[in-house]
């Protein structure tokens, strides 16, 4: 199924329940949910903010944990009502990492590893066959209104070959999206993270949502 996720990243703060509401009336499932903790990426982000408006809303978030101990952070968001916990492969070795994909699962959450556009999911291909979600970063991790990093095509070129042999695969992109963006990779992505332009746009986004919905 192809989404639209919008990246809580980006929420206005002071209108945020408002917002969230809206996002259920677009009938979205998933929203975005990045944690960071200040030191896999400089910035810190979300924690537990939002979480129990999202419950109260029906709204399932996906946790993209951008933290340097991955295993630590799981335990914290196990009980969230999350759809999915994505944590970054640069953290630790394949190994660990086939582990913390287990662990998720063993909760009831798809599970799901993430790259920076730096880094060339080559290194990674062994992983993707034991993951449900890959998220292809095509912006740094840490800040949100970033410009798209064109590099990203080569993990995402990576991510649809191996989903020729593991059809489930869900490949996820998050970064720099708009419906430029959208209109261009929709045949290669699954899931479109989004956070600026969506929020910037929501008042309008019923229009985009109706169109994207054509788009098959």
Same mark, same amino acid.
């Given at each position: 199924?192809?989404?639209? +996720?919008?990246?809580?990243? %980006?929420?206005? !703060?002071?209108?945020?329940?408002? /917002?969230?509401?809206?996002? !259920?009336?677009?009938?979205?499932?998933?929203?975005?949910?990045?944690?960071? #903790?200040? !030191?896999?990426?400089?910035?810190?982000?979300?924690?537990?903010?939002?979480?129990?408006?999202? /419950?109260?809303?029906?709204?399932?978030?996906?946790?993209?944990?951008?933290?340097?101990?991955?295993?630590?952070?799981?335990?914290?968001?196990?009980?969230?009502?999350?759809?999915?916990?994505?944590?970054?492969?640069? %953290?630790?070795?394949?190994?660990?990492?086939?582990?913390?994909? #287990?662990?998720?699962? %063993?909760?009831?959450?798809?599970?799901?590893?993430?790259? !920076?556009? %730096?880094?060339?999911?080559?290194?990674?291909?062994?992983?993707?066959?034991?993951? *449900?979600?890959?998220?292809?970063?095509?912006? +740094?991790?840490?800040?949100?209104?970033?410009?798209?990093?064109?590099?990203?095509?080569?993990?995402?070129?990576?991510?649809? +070959?191996?989903?020729?042999? $593991?059809?489930?695969?869900?490949?996820?992109? *998050?970064?720099?999206?708009?419906?430029?963006?959208?209109? $261009?990779?929709?045949?290669?992505?699954?899931?479109?993270?989004?956070?600026?332009?969506?929020?910037?746009?929501?008042?309008?986004?019923? /229009?985009?949502? *109706?169109?994207?919905?054509?788009?098959?």
């Amino acid at each position: 199924m192809k989404l639209i +996720e919008p990246s809580l990243l %980006s929420i206005n !703060k002071e209108k945020a329940f408002d /917002q969230l509401k809206m996002v !259920k009336a677009f009938k979205l499932p998933y929203v975005h949910y990045d944690v960071m #903790d200040g !030191k896999f990426v400089p910035p810190t982000a979300l924690t537990t903010e939002y979480l129990k408006d999202l /419950q109260m809303l029906g709204i399932k978030p996906n946790i993209h944990l951008m933290v340097a101990n991955p295993d630590e952070w799981i335990e914290k968001y196990k009980d969230c009502n999350a759809n999915s916990i994505t944590f970054h492969a640069e %953290s630790q070795s394949i190994e660990e990492s086939k582990v913390l994909l #287990d662990k998720i699962r %063993s909760y009831g959450m798809l599970a799901g590893f993430s790259v !920076k556009p %730096s880094t060339d999911l080559n290194q990674y291909k062994e992983l993707l066959q034991h993951t *449900d979600i890959i998220l292809i970063m095509s912006v +740094e991790p840490g800040w949100a209104g970033q410009g798209f990093i064109e590099k990203a095509l080569d993990n995402l070129a990576i991510a649809n +070959e191996a989903k020729k042999a $593991k059809h489930n695969l869900i490949i996820q992109i *998050d970064g720099g999206i708009n419906y430029e963006y959208i209109r $261009k990779l929709y045949n290669q992505v699954d899931w479109f993270v989004t956070g600026s332009w969506f929020f910037k746009n929501i008042d309008h986004m019923g /229009q985009y949502l *109706d169109e994207f919905r054509k788009l098959n």
